[in-house]
Structure formats: C-alpha cells, structure tokens
C-alpha cells in the first residue's frame, strides 16, 4: 500500500526494538555484537525447525499444532544453551575486567546484556515473519488473507511480530534471572508464556479469529513485560538493600 | 571513577562490522533499485566469462561445469595478477604501481560510478544535464582518488571513499549470471586461505616482504580506527623522544626472517592520524581498477586484487582493547600488574626503529621489564606483537565479496539477504576471535562465504517456504 503504508508496517513492527536499541544498546559495543549473535542463534534455530517440518508444509491445518509445540520446544532449548553460553562468557568478561582493571559485572549489567540478547530473538523474529514479507507492501495494493477480511496480512503481521519482540526481549530477562536465581516457578514462566502465545495464535486460523488473536498475542506480550518489570524492580529497587552494590561505585569502595 | 567493562569490549569489532553493514546494505539497495524482479539482464562479456556464457536453457550440469570452470579460470587469473603485483612491489616500481593504483581507482569510481548514477538518473527521473553532471563526476572521482591514495584527508571521508569503491566493484560483479557467480565465490574464498596460509601463497609473501621492509602493503585496505579516545597523560619524561621518532609501521618481538607474522600493524595513537602521513605518502599503494573486467581482452581483472591482496586480516589492538586482552585470557595467563593500564602500555613499542629489546628499555617505563616477559610469555614463536594501539584492517576485497554474496542474494529476496548478512557478521565475528587467538594474519574471506552461501541455499530451499506458509496462515511463534 505504497511507501506510507509499508513504513508504517515496519515501524509497528520494529519501532519499538528501535528505539530500546537506541537508548540501551548502540553506545556499548558488546551489546550490538550480543544483539547480533543472539540473532543468529535464533536464524539457527528457525531453520532446524524448518529442517524438521518443511516436508510436511504446504500441508493439512491440523499439521500447525504439533509444529507448534516442537518449534517452541526447540526455541526453548536454544535458550537453555544460549543461557550456558552466557555462563561462560560472564566469566570471561570479569577475568577481562580483572585484567584491564575495571570493575566486574554488576547487576544492571547483567540485566542489559539479558535484554540485548532477547531483543536479538525479537529481532530476528521481527524481521524474518512480518520484514521479509513487507516488500509486497510497498506497492500499490495491499493483501487479505481469506480467514481474516478485517485487516490486511501485513498489519496482522506486524502486530503479531510487535508482540512477540516484546514477548522475546523480556522473556530472555526473566529466563536470566530465573537460571541465575534458580527460581522454578519463573523457569516454568517463560516456556509456558512462549507456547501460550503461540498457541493462541493458533485461534487466527479461525474465519474472523484475527480479531481476537492479535489483542491476545499482544496480552500475552504485556504480561511478560509486567513480570520482567517487577523481577527488575525488585532487583532494583529500593526495597532491596544497600543500592551502592547494584551501580558504579567508586573505585575507592569497591565491592 | 572506573568504567564499566561493558562500555570498552567489542568496540574494534563493531568498528569493522558496521562499515561492512553499511556497505552491504548500500549494494542491496542499489540491486533491489536497479534490478526489477523478473528482468534478465544481460550478462557482460568478462574475463571472468571467458570460458563459459551462461545461457538460461542450458541444462543443470552445463551451468554448472561452467560455472566452475570460469571459477577456476579467474581465480588463475588473479593469481598471477598477484605475483606480478608481488614482482612489482619487490623491485621496487613503487612509481608504476602508485600511477596503476590512483588510475584504477579514478577508472572504478568515474566509469563505474558514472555508469551506475546514469541508471539512477533514468530510474527516478533526476533532472540533471550532461555538462553539471560530467562536472560532478570528475569531481567525485579526483577526490576519491586523493582520498584514498594520496593525501591524509579527514579518515571519515577516506573511510567513505573506500566503502563506495567496495560497492560499485561489488554491484558490477552483481551483473554476472549467477551460477557463476556463486562458484566465484567458492572459488576465491578456497583461493584465500591458500594464498594467506600456505607457505607459497602470494599474499603471505607480499606480507612477509612489507613487514622486512617496513612498508605499507600495496593494497586498499580498509583501517578502523581506534575507537576510545587517548588521553595519554603524557610520555614519562624518559621517552619524550619517542614522539619525535617515527614509529614502526610494523613491530617486531624477535628476528625478522622468521617470525613473519611476528607483526603489528600500530602506528603511536595519540599522534596517530598524521603520524603515518609520510608513510602514507611514500608507499600507501592499492589497486582497483574495475574498466579491465569490461574489456574483451584478456587483460588481468584489476579489481579482484584488491580483494586478493587484502583478503588476509591482520590486526593489533591496544591493551585495553578487545582482541588482545581477549588473547591473553583465552591462554589463560594471570592478570597483569594493575598499574599496567592503557595508559603506558603503547609506549612500550612506540617509536622504535629497530628490534632490539634494548631500544625498548629506552622508552624508559619501568612496565617495560615486566611487559617484554608478558609479552614473551603470551607469544609463541609466531606471536603477535599487541602491545601497541593499532587499528583493526580489513582488505577492500572482502568488502567487496561479502556484498556480491548479500546483492547475489537480494536479488531472490530479501528474507534471503537478511539470513546472509548475520552468516556473514557472525563468520566476520568468528574470524575476529581466531586472529585473537592465533594471533596471524587470517583469511577474512572462508569462514563469511562458507557459512553465507550455505545460508542462502537453506533459507532458500527450505527457510522461505516454511516462514511464508505460516505467515500467510497467521501462525507465528
């Protein structure tokens, strides 16, 4: 639907990852590269779920439910492992830091890099489901899919994607402190969040269920941003003891 | 008050992905401007399509034994192109190859660039007249060409020059059909690691010979410069000689004649940018020269040397830097001497002419001792020197071939262009951190393109198809 249109699409779509790229991320480099690496694990994975299930597409509609359920299980998986891989690049940035004489990892720290690498899913997710498919939108007519004759494929399309960086960006930040913490009940959160808003985005394939589908998606984003805010406000707030050991500090009293 | 570490790791890298970024995304934009969906273009009569013309009914087999063997037969052609660059630079013809550079270049962004900003003219309907815009061109090109070769101009306008050579060769090479471009491709990455890692290998010669010479590599290179700020408190007053010494272009830790990677590409920092301006001027040579892959005669491709001479990365970093600092982790040494900080390390080899340790006692900081036993310590027999604050390098050729594969694959789709480009940075990432950890001049080239082009096939084949049925049935996850 010309240039206004297909920019549009892709603001709804990214703005947001834009904007928490701009303030949080670009003016530390390491991040940028999380960012990307966190991409492209999140590339990896897509395509073995791809791997998995291209045999079975363009196939039969019951075929989405159990897709559904590996991909999640996989996505989970690779968070699992990215999570260990962490571990251990934590501990290199203190031996660094160590090293070059600067201060360790603090906890703001550690909750910025958690969020650069679930930006990096969003991301990735953002731009492969509603990015790839917009250069349709930049012409001069738009799309409708048959179950869904109240928006055009591309606003769908973005929202959903919109909902899902949300869920991804603040999901990896529970998952980080829930392994960290050892907290079962916020591990569980997150796979069972995840599969839930896949799932729900199941009810689109209903005729006219895109109207209940992508406020659902975006309630679940919502949601996980309200438990990622208040695990990071308990870790950062005043009700949780001497603050000096969460900021900068000055060298004289390091902690 | 102390920084965080957060805010220093990762900055040399992310200096050297974002041009590149820049560049593939300026060539995507141009094939997708200039290349319609479903056109066919028609193939330009090359070198590198001397042996075999790709037609579009011929069979599956034929495109690709031809593909390969027009492969094989530029990647010949470039290596020989190579050894008589090599040949050159050793007997000294510096005048001959500095004339053949600065023409290239003038050839690549007149006559390339000129060809491309007429397509954009027609295609968005720019008002503009011959006369001005002839006018501009010349400009454009005598600029670019002082730029890069001749004098020391603002290194963001250098640096911009370099990445606007790298994406009208690459666009150019976008033009070829495309089986052959992508045995190309293979093709010149297999090349790479031959030419920098195997003991005959021409670019490993060339950088042999540069480094017992001390001179700067005939090639265009792309340099990052470094990325924080130096606020050297000042040389201890013991070594205030060594801002008035020229410092090294290459240093060394040990004999020459074997320690070929025994080397630093690091010139002083805070003098830095006009340190090297002699040297710039006295052998900062490259060579791109687009107009002799449209001739019809067998005369060498031009542009494919830059990529060839700099398709090997080489790079030093200061101490607070990522690379090094992530090499003496990884070997796992103890941390230095906290009084061991930015600020006196480059001064260890700053401004030394000669090898010796003595002249480096001489600089006169007491970190010395204890540095010359780190640095040993952290060396192998083929260790880096990364003592000194340096900048990261990047050869022009691998700008170039990353964008061939990105606007090769922009020219399917754009889900495609997006699953190349992380195979590439994070290739481009890996490569990084083996330099890091073997500490030689490493290919650029393998890693990014093997991981690229299997990208592409699997996003293609299997990737597109699934991402497009889900979307269309509104099922994301």
């Known amino acids: 639907m010309t240039g206004a249109g297909g920019i549009g699409y892709a603001l709804i779509a990214l703005g947001p990852a834009f904007s928490l790229f701009v303030t949080v991320i670009a003016s530390k480099p390491f991040l940028i590269l999380t960012v990307l690496g966190s991409a492209m694990m999140w590339l990896v994975s897509l395509i073995a779920s791809g791997l998995l299930w291209r045999a079975f597409l363009p196939g039969a509609v019951w075929v989405f439910l159990p897709l559904l359920i590996t991909v999640v299980a996989i996505q989970e998986a690779v968070r699992i492992y990215y999570w260990h891989l962490y571990l251990k690049i934590e501990d290199f940035l203190n031996k660094l830091a160590t090293k070059v004489s600067k201060q360790q990892l603090v906890a703001t720290d550690k909750i910025q890099i958690a969020i650069a690498s679930g930006l990096g899913h969003g991301i990735a997710h953002s731009v492969f489901f509603c990015l790839s498919l917009l250069t349709p939108a930049f012409g001069p007519a738009t799309y409708y899919v048959d179950s869904c004759v109240h928006m055009p494929l591309f606003l769908v399309a973005a929202f959903t994607a919109l909902g899902f960086l949300l869920l991804h960006t603040f999901s990896m930040v529970i998952a980080f402190n829930a392994l960290a913490g050892d907290k079962r009940s916020h591990q569980l959160f997150v796979p069972v969040m995840h599969l839930c808003a896949a799932l729900l985005t199941l009810v689109n394939l209903l005729p006219g269920g895109c109207i209940a589908g992508v406020p659902l998606t975006l309630m679940c984003a919502v949601v996980t941003m309200a438990v990622a805010g208040k695990i990071v406000w308990d870790k950062t707030g005043s009700g949780s003891g001497d603050l000096n050991s969460l900021h900068r500090v000055h060298s004289a009293s390091r902690l | ?477």
Request: hydrophobic share 50%; charged share 15%.
């Open chain 2, 1 to 477: 008050m102390e920084k965080a570490i957060l805010e220093s790791v990762g900055g040399e890298i992310v200096s050297i992905v974002t041009p590149v970024s820049i560049c593939m995304l300026l060539v995507v934009l141009l094939v997708h401007t200039l290349t319609p969906h479903g056109s066919v273009v028609a193939p330009i009569a090359t070198v590198a399509m001397m042996v075999y013309s790709e037609k579009p009914n011929d069979s599956l087999f034929e495109k690709l034994r031809g593909g390969f063997l027009n492969g094989i037969i530029f990647v010949c052609i470039v290596m020989i192109v190579t050894f008589v660059l090599f040949g050159l630079f050793y007997f000294r013809f510096t005048k001959c190859l500095r004339v053949y550079m600065g023409f290239s270049a003038f050839m690549v962004l007149a006559w390339m660039g000129g060809t491309v900003m007429v397509e954009l003219i027609q295609f968005f309907s720019i008002p503009i007249d011959v006369i001005t815009f002839g006018i501009c061109l010349v400009n454009f090109a005598s600029v670019g060409v002082i730029a890069v070769f001749f004098c020391q101009m603002p290194i963001v306008l250098t640096q911009g020059y370099l990445v606007v050579i790298g994406m009208l060769v690459a666009f150019w090479f976008t033009k070829l059909p495309e089986w052959t471009t992508w045995t190309l491709l293979i093709s010149m990455a297999v090349y790479d690691i031959m030419a920098v890692l195997a003991p005959v290998g021409p670019l490993k010669m060339l950088l042999e010979l540069a480094m017992t010479r001390d001179e700067e590599i005939p090639a265009l290179i792309y340099e990052a410069r470094p990325v924080l700020p130096r606020q050297m408190p000042g040389p201890p007053p013991t070594s205030s000689s060594s801002t008035t010494v020229q410092p090294r272009r290459w240093s060394h830790l040990g004999a020459a004649p074997h320690s070929l990677l025994n080397i630093t590409i690091g010139r002083g920092n805070s003098a830095g940018l006009n340190v090297d301006s002699d040297n710039f001027q006295t052998s900062n040579l490259g060579t791109v020269g687009g107009h002799e892959l449209m001739n019809f005669v067998t005369e060498p491709p031009v542009a494919p040397e830059a990529g060839l001479l700099g398709s090997r990365l080489v790079s030093s970093t200061e101490d607070a830097g990522t690379l090094n600092s992530v090499s003496s982790v990884l070997a796992g040494h103890q941390p230095i001497d906290p009084n061991v900080d930015e600020d006196t390390v480059p001064l260890v080899n700053r401004g030394t002419r000669n090898m010796a340790a003595v002249d480096r006692m001489e600089l006169g900081t007491q970190m010395q001792p204890r540095d010359l036993d780190e640095d040993e310590l952290e060396r192998n027999d083929e260790g880096f020197e990364l003592g000194v604050s340096g900048a990261l390098k990047l050869g022009l050729g691998d700008f170039v071939f990353y964008s061939v594969l990105v606007g090769r694959a922009a020219m399917y789709d754009l889900m495609t262009v997006y699953a190349c480009y992380l195979a590439i940075v994070g290739g481009l990432g890996a490569t990084l951190i083996l330099l890091a950890v073997w500490r030689r001049a490493m290919p650029a080239l393998p890693i990014s393109i093997s991981l690229g082009v299997v990208f592409y096939f699997l996003t293609r084949l299997i990737m597109d198809p699934f991402v497009v049925d889900l979307a269309t049935h509104l099922v994301f996850f």
